[in-house]
């Protein structure tokens, strides 16, 4: 069964500096997608950013970026010039690319911008 | 994209008291509808996926008499907790699955979910 880990249950960040959120997985799967979603307090769930396994290059969403490094099932998120609409709870996901259509998800970083 | 819309948004009843939570595809066709519960500050745990004209497939662990789902038509699938209790109280998601042509991705989104509280 497929895992993905966020190890930081918190973070904080200056705004206008660059937070890097964590995130592991676990999957014997050679394709598959990788997400970051966003859950402001308004709790609806918003997708930030997506990579797909098979794709080398990392993805990139104007301020928001990735840093794929598949052999060590890594997966993290680079949020530059941090804003205060930043501030909310990413949630990391693995979609297996075939068969089974449900997400996993981590257990979620709460990021807090300071003014 | 997509729109999914739920309703209600928040829910307050008494314990021993049923509840249905409507989730709708408003510009699209859904034969698939996931739903999800997040407790406070945890993450989203799949709960059941609903099928338009066939039974709803349960996760392990989630009592199928409790949280009774039917998708009634192609744009809306309901959640009906029955005899809610307060450990019911938690929020509530539904959303479309992901989809696929060829080797591309369609987004999968959600509803702004529902909160229940439990008297």
């Known amino acids: 069964a497929q895992t993905v880990t966020q190890s930081q249950p918190e973070m904080s960040v200056q705004e206008a500096e660059t937070v890097t959120l964590s995130c592991t997985y676990d999957?014997?799967?050679?394709?598959?997608?990788l997400f970051w979603y966003k859950q402001p307090p308004s709790r609806q769930m918003i997708l930030v950013i997506r990579q797909e396994a098979y794709k080398q290059q990392n993805a990139t969403e104007n301020r928001f970026s990735v840093n794929f490094q598949k052999a060590a099932k890594s997966f993290s998120l680079k949020i530059s010039d941090s804003q205060l609409g930043d501030a909310a709870m990413y949630f990391c996901?693995?979609?297996?690319?075939?068969?089974?259509?449900?997400?996993?998800f981590g257990t979620g970083t709460r990021l807090t911008i300071i003014p | 994209g997509a729109v999914v819309s739920q309703h209600p948004s928040w829910v307050i009843c008494k314990s021993g008291t049923s509840v249905k939570i409507e989730c709708r595809s408003l510009?699209?066709?859904?034969?698939?509808m996931f739903w999800y519960r997040q407790f406070p500050k945890q993450s989203l745990m799949l709960m059941a996926t609903s099928n338009e004209g066939s039974k709803a497939t349960y996760e392990q662990g989630v009592e199928k008499d409790k949280f009774l789902i039917n998708h009634a038509s192609l744009t809306l699938s309901t959640l009906t907790v029955t005899s809610a209790h307060p450990e019911d109280s938690s929020f509530y998601i539904c959303?479309?699955?992901?989809?696929?042509?060829?080797?591309?991705?369609?987004?999968?989104?959600f509803g702004p979910g529902t909160r229940l509280t439990v008297l």
């Open positions: 959303s479309t699955p992901p989809s696929r042509s060829g080797s591309a991705y369609n987004e999968q989104f």
């Open positions: 996901a693995y979609l297996p690319n075939f068969g089974n259509e449900k997400l996993t």
């Open positions: 999957t014997s799967e050679s394709d598959y997608y």
């Open positions: 510009d699209f066709q859904a034969t698939t």
